[in-house]
Nanobody, 128 residues
Framework: QVQLVESGGGSVQAGGSLRLSCAAS????????MGWFRQAPGKEREGVAI????????YYGDSVQGRFTISQDKAKNTVYLQMNSLKPEDTAMYYC?????????????????????WGQGTQVTVSS
């Protein structure tokens, strides 16, 4: 079982920045992807950014491309999400997730069913 602990959420004005962290512990073998999903009230959970924990490939949702950057510290089993140029529509609960997606199956990167370990979530609120 993998435990994921997020930190770094908060409130910021539009145009500001926040950095989220997700530390993984426990049995992490068998999982090759970690990253972030988010869910706003009344909306479905959507993929934000995913990183290949074995290599370094990164994937981003269309709405955050160019503004958010995902990175990792393999020695610490920690993934980071640097969020710049934040917009009010980025307001959501952000969840860290870990799972397995076969190489070459980029079409499954943001498939929620591929991720079987989830953090408790951290709130990000962006005011205009």
């Amino acid at each position: 079982q993998v435990q994921l602990v997020e930190s770094g959420g908060g409130s910021v004005q539009a145009g500001g920045s926040l950095r989220l962290s997700c530390a993984a512990s426990g049995y992490t073998s068998g999982r090759n992807r970690m990253g972030w999903f988010r869910q706003a009230p009344g909306k479905e959970r959507e993929g934000v950014a995913i990183i290949n924990t074995v290599g370094s490939s990164t994937y981003y949702g269309d709405s955050v491309q160019g503004r958010f950057t995902i990175s990792q510290d393999k020695a610490k089993n920690t993934v980071y999400l640097q969020m710049n140029s934040l917009k009010p529509e980025d307001t959501a609960m952000y969840y860290c997730a870990a799972g397995y997606v076969p190489l070459g199956r980029g079409d499954l990167i943001f498939d929620i069913s591929r991720y079987n370990s989830w953090g408790q979530g951290t709130q990000v609120t962006v005011s205009s």
